[in-house]
C-alpha cells in the first residue's frame, strides 16, 4: 500500500523557518516523482515545490523562490521542504503528493497519491 504521511508543521513567527517531512512506505521515491502543495482557506491548491524522480528538474513557485528548497533522505525514504524566511501569506495546508511517472509536473491533478497535509500557520 503507497502511503505518504507528512509531519513538521506547526505555528511560527514570521521570518521564521520549518520544515516539513514526507515519509513514503509501499513505494520508493527513485520512480516517483515527487511535489510539494499547500492550501490556503478559500483558496485552490496549488503547487509550491516539485521534482523529477532524478532530481535533475525542478520547479519553484515564484513565491516561495530563493525561500523553500527540497532535501532527501534516501535511507528514511523521506523528503523535506525546507521552508525558511517564511511569510504570513506562506500559511496553507501542505501536502506532499506521489505522481507515478518520473518526470516534473506541478499540478495537483497530475499527481496519484496524497498525504494527509500538516498546517502551517505563520504569525505577523
Known amino acids: 500500500e503507497v502511503r505518504l504521511v507528512e509531519s513538521g508543521g506547526g505555528l511560527v513567527q514570521a521570518g521564521g523557518s520549518l520544515r516539513l517531512s514526507c515519509a513514503a512506505s509501499?513505494?520508493?521515491?527513485?520512480?516517483?516523482?515527487i511535489g510539494w502543495f499547500r492550501q490556503a482557506p478559500g483558496k485552490e491548491r496549488e503547487g509550491v515545490l516539485c521534482?523529477?524522480?532524478?532530481?535533475?528538474?525542478?520547479y519553484y513557485a515564484d513565491s516561495v523562490k530563493g525561500r523553500f528548497t527540497i532535501a532527501s533522505d534516501n535511507a528514511k525514504n523521506t523528503r523535506y521542504l525546507q521552508m525558511n524566511s517564511l511569510k504570513p501569506e506562506d500559511t496553507a495546508d501542505y501536502y506532499c503528493?506521489?505522481?507515478?511517472?518520473?518526470?516534473?509536473?506541478?499540478?495537483?491533478?497530475?499527481?496519484?497519491?496524497w498525504g494527509q497535509g500538516t498546517q502551517v500557520t505563520v504569525s505577523s
Open positions: 503528493a506521489a505522481r507515478r511517472r518520473r518526470i516534473l509536473a506541478c499540478s495537483p491533478h497530475e499527481y496519484d497519491y
Open positions: 509501499g513505494f520508493t521515491f527513485d520512480d516517483y516523482a
Open positions: 521534482i523529477s524522480s532524478s532530481g535533475r528538474s525542478t
